[in-house]
């Protein structure tokens, strides 16, 4: 993967000052540090992910009793809902509430690194990292709104330097046998890493088959990659391609119910030594598709519930079931 150190969009910085009427200039000694209130918040500390602590803090701050029912413990869906769908300027706004710039800083959570999987090979590329980047922006009733990162990597000037790492991932890696068969898995940005893994195998010249199972909602505009998926197919680099766009009538479903669907093919390839990928969220997707691989080796490998799920641990322990889900 490719970390990204991500600044915030100077215009939430902007909003955030200006709601709580705080001095961006204003220096601020936090942790053994001083800086201006204004790079605290753009370059330290989170704004477009909300914690529950943040939430009890601002509940304090802004003595609102809407906030404090929301923490109590029968209210765990609410907040849940709160927190996914919620960043720190909407509950800033929402709910008023005074905040120096001390307390709001040491109240923040650290701003951490965002990783995306690099779907590029360096065989294919060169001294290049190609990434699938998933641009979040939305408009709700406050105003704009924003990923960090990936509205950092969509506003991006050619030629900006961005401060970026390399991020290994031992356990998710192409089998050393270039003859061995793959399977993956990947809806949405999650199809990353299997172009650069696609790439890297027509590059080695690796005898193995590759078969690719995408799932987005949009056959129209959610199909990534689809000139190159149809070339690979059409050179022999692809030698299986499975859709599911779940708003499209031609493919309608979802990608994890295709394993289930394709059972007996896909039974056949791990008991031939194929190795088998998953990559994307592991909310609900990787869940899904956890249960549709241990039904379809119930069913056509004549296995009951736990040896279904023994297979799977076993194959996990050969290393020929990886998971890449956040």
Request: hydrophobic share 40%; with cysteine.
């Amino acid at each position: 993967a490719l970390g990204l150190w991500p600044r915030n969009p100077p215009a939430l910085v902007q909003s955030v000052l200006e709601t709580l009427q705080l001095d961006g200039d204003a220096a601020v000694a936090h942790a053994g540090q001083s800086l201006p209130l204004r790079q605290w918040l753009s370059e330290k500390r989170e704004l477009t992910k909300l914690a529950r602590p943040f939430v009890a803090s601002h509940a304090a701050h802004a003595r609102s009793d809407d906030l404090n029912r929301l923490l109590a413990p029968d209210h765990a869906a609410a907040r849940a809902l709160l927190l996914a769908g919620t960043q720190v300027i909407d509950l800033l706004q929402r709910f008023d509430g005074a905040w120096s710039a001390e307390e709001l800083v040491a109240a923040l959570r650290p701003l951490t690194p965002r990783l995306y999987s690099i779907a590029s090979s360096q065989k294919a590329v060169g001294e290049e990292a190609h990434l699938t980047v998933a641009h979040v922006e939305y408009i709700n009733e406050l105003g704009t709104r924003w990923g960090a990162a990936s509205h950092q990597l969509a506003s991006a000037e050619e030629g900006e330097r961005l401060p970026v790492f390399i991020e290994h991932n031992e356990r998710f890696r192409l089998p050393a046998d270039g003859s061995r068969d793959i399977v993956m898995i990947g809806p949405g940005t999650g199809v990353a890493p299997f172009r650069g893994f696609v790439q890297d195998r027509a590059a080695d010249g690796a005898s193995g088959r590759n078969w690719l199972l995408f799932g987005n909602p949009h056959f129209r505009t959610d199909f990534l990659y689809q000139t190159e998926w149809q070339a690979a197919l059409k050179s022999g680099q692809l030698h299986r391609l499975d859709l599911a766009f779940s708003r499209a009538p031609a493919h309608q479903g979802y990608v994890q119910h295709r394993p289930r669907e394709h059972g007996r093919e896909l039974y056949d390839w791990l008991q031939n030594g194929a190795h088998l990928y998953v990559c994307g969220d592991a909310t609900r997707m990787a869940k899904d598709v956890h249960a549709a691989l241990l039904a379809a080796i119930a069913e056509h490998g004549g296995r009951g519930a736990e040896a279904a799920e023994e297979y799977l641990n076993d194959l996990q322990q050969q290393g020929r079931y990886a998971r890449d889900v956040y």
